[in-house]
């Protein structure tokens, strides 16, 4: 059995269409998130953020961390810390965002923080430290594997 030239084209064209419905299919199903909600507006602050880590490296001591038996034990150098110090700790999970977590800098008086990580999903997470002192802003941040 020979096929002519019109249906061919016909088993073609039927082929690309399906080919198409297979993609907008399979793309419109696939997860795709932004790294933050509000990613344009951060976008704009970029220029804060750079001297906020440039504030970070020009410091003697900064905040530590280590992970330890299921903890993420955070140390804040004594002299490091002013009255006005806040800040904020927060596990981004790139691959979920369902999974990040945003938690406040409270460090207990021997200048160390307990946070326990066993509940958290295993696998990369980056670690974003952002800290106000003595009116000015620092920023850090890691990459880890709970």
């Known amino acids: 059995m020979t096929m002519n030239w019109g249906k061919k084209i016909a088993v073609v064209y039927?082929?690309?269409m399906a080919l198409i419905v297979t993609m907008v299919v399979v793309s419109s199903s696939s997860?795709?998130?932004?790294?933050?909600?509000?990613?344009?507006?951060?976008?704009?602050?970029?220029?804060?953020?750079?001297?906020?880590?440039?504030?970070?490296?020009?410091?003697?001591?900064?905040i530590s961390h280590e992970l330890k038996d299921g903890q993420f034990v955070l140390s804040i150098p004594?002299?490091?810390?002013?009255?006005?110090?806040?800040?904020?700790?927060f596990f981004f999970r790139p691959s979920d965002s369902s999974k990040d977590v945003k938690l406040k800098l409270n460090?207990?008086?021997?200048?160390?923080?307990?946070?326990?990580?066993?509940?958290?999903?295993?696998?990369?997470?980056?670690?974003?430290i952002s800290w106000r002192n003595e009116g000015k802003e620092f920023y850090k941040e890691e990459v880890i594997n709970l």
């Open 78 to 89: 004594s002299s490091s810390k002013g009255d006005d110090f806040a800040g904020e700790l």
């Open 14 to 16: 039927v082929a690309f």
């Open 107 to 128: 460090f207990d008086t021997s200048g160390k923080q307990f946070i326990d990580t066993r509940s958290y999903t295993k696998g990369i997470y980056k670690v974003c």
């Open 31 to 62: 997860k795709a998130e932004l790294v933050a909600k509000d990613y344009y507006a951060q976008e704009l602050n970029y220029q804060e953020r750079i001297n906020a880590i440039n504030n970070e490296r020009a410091l003697n001591e900064s």
